[in-house]
């Protein structure tokens, strides 16, 4: 009789645990109950309900099972499993078990709710919306059916019924989690980009504390040009989570966008410290490498960016960077190296073309460095820095006509353009020059002063 006792003195104890919210103790308290009592079915719903709130949803499945082994039927226990093998991904399971809530419960309306979201996930759409309209049947203001709907018709691209659905969740119940959120990311599909922020601004209200919802927030404010609203943004997550890399990288790139190496590099020395161990974001050291570039630290700058040429062969933009930063630290046979490569991987890049004509023209090929440039030009029809070097180049191979031709093409775009009128004037003297030296070198028979 003592052991029964001290079963019911364990329960009363867990009970109050839970009240405190101290759920590894409840655990303890109920195992010990049932190590003493195994045959009360609500104990191990207690168990299992513990067990899914610790986020040990295996075990919490088996403690729900062994409930009903005890109490077959309870159709609250039955949903609380069907639940479980759904977070689990387990959707045939799951749905043999709302299936029995259905055929022995048929009007309650979770069975068939529970099902939209399994049939949506195993791709049987169609089944997904005849569960939804069973369900309607019994409870037409289920907001839960219509955020399970609504997920179904998003990953089928019908984001404007998806987008009603998500309304009407709100419709029901206001502050529902996560509605905004995908209301947001099907504006995003739809490239409404104020709507997605309007959207994820409502979830953030509901949701302030979460970092997740705040970055993306503070994405989508980037991307429609609220550039110092979106820092501060990332600040904010930062201030909330200093161990955030995303927003430290994020808030890097922004830092760079506006020619500040030094405040970006602080920010990537941050992710590097944070994110060392679990990974660092994608291109983390093509954007190091550019900002160390920028700050005219270049052997560091090449260091990352090397790393970065390493980890994506094909990237034509790190190629060129790393062609930059040889170039400006004076070596440019490295140079020259790295923007053949860009011009390799990417053919139909004029910046790439015309960076390895500069550098070929500093190596004194001008005539090859002529070839980049006039392929720049070709690619891109306005591209004046391209259209300059293209005619400099003509100048020091004496095609005066070609050069004029470039420069008048380039001159029509940018009339105002100081630097082109200037080549203009030079080319002309340079003109001049070469005729007259041709002219004083001509044999003095030639010119019909003397006999030869």
């Not at 609250?76 to 078990?97: D, P, T, W």
């Not at 110092?228 to 890097?252: M, T, V």
């Not at 941050?270 to 570039?293: C, Q, T, W």
């Not at 020259?336 to 490569?341: E, N, P, S």
Request: aromatic share 8%; hydrophobic share 40%.
């Amino acid at each position: 009789m003592s052991d029964w006792i001290e079963a019911e003195r364990r329960i009363e104890r867990a009970q109050q645990l839970l009240e405190s919210h101290r759920l590894e103790e409840a655990l303890g308290e109920l195992d010990a109950a049932i190590a003493i009592n195994s045959n009360n079915a609500i104990w191990h719903a207690q168990r299992g309900s513990i067990l899914e709130e610790i986020d040990r949803l295996e075990e919490a499945a088996e403690a729900y099972q062994r409930a009903l082994d005890l109490e077959p039927g309870d159709r609250h226990m039955l949903l609380a499993l069907g639940e479980v093998q759904l977070e689990l991904g387990r959707y045939a399971r799951a749905i043999r078990v709302f299936d029995q809530v259905a055929k022995e419960y048929p009007d309650f309306e979770p069975a068939y709710c529970y099902r939209i979201r399994c049939y949506a996930e195993i791709g049987q759409h169609e089944r997904a919306e005849e569960m939804f309209y069973l369900a309607q049947q019994i409870d037409d203001k289920c907001p839960n059916c219509f955020f399970a709907l609504g997920e179904s018709l998003f990953s089928r691209e019908q984001y404007d019924r998806a987008l009603f659905c998500w309304n009407r969740v709100i419709e029901l119940e206001p502050t529902y989690l996560g509605a905004n959120e995908h209301m947001a990311r099907a504006h995003r599909a739809k490239g409404d980009l104020p709507a997605a922020h309007e959207a994820l601004v409502r979830e953030v209200r509901n949701d302030p504390g979460n970092t997740d919802l705040l970055f993306e927030l503070a994405e989508v404010t980037l991307q429609t040009g609220q550039i110092a609203n979106a820092a501060a943004k990332f600040a904010q997550i930062i201030e909330l989570d200093p161990e955030h890399a995303e927003s430290h990288f994020a808030l890097g790139r922004i830092w760079s966008g506006l020619a500040r190496p030094d405040k970006a590099i602080a920010c990537y020395e941050a992710v590097e410290s944070i994110a060392k161990d679990s990974g660092l974001p994608p291109e983390f050291h093509r954007h190091y490498g550019e900002a160390m570039m920028r700050a005219k630290r270049f052997p560091e700058a090449r260091k990352h960016l090397e790393v970065a040429a390493q980890q994506d062969p094909t990237d034509a933009g790190v190629a060129v960077l790393l062609g930059d930063c040889l170039f400006v630290d004076d070596q440019s046979t490295e140079a020259a190296l790295w923007y053949r490569k860009a011009v390799e991987r990417d053919a139909r890049n004029p910046f790439a073309h015309h960076k390895l004509g500069l550098c070929l023209y500093r190596l004194s090929r001008f005539a090859a460095g002529l070839d980049s440039c006039l392929e720049a030009v070709r690619l891109k029809s306005d591209y004046v820095p391209a259209f300059r070097s293209a005619a400099i180049g003509c100048l020091r191979t004496s095609q005066w006509r070609k050069a004029r031709q470039l420069l008048t093409q380039a001159c029509r775009q940018e009339p105002e353009n100081a630097e082109l009128v200037q080549l203009r004037s030079r080319i002309w003297r340079y003109q001049v020059r070469y005729l007259l030296r041709r002219a004083l070198s001509v044999p003095a028979y030639l010119l019909g002063t003397r006999k030869a």
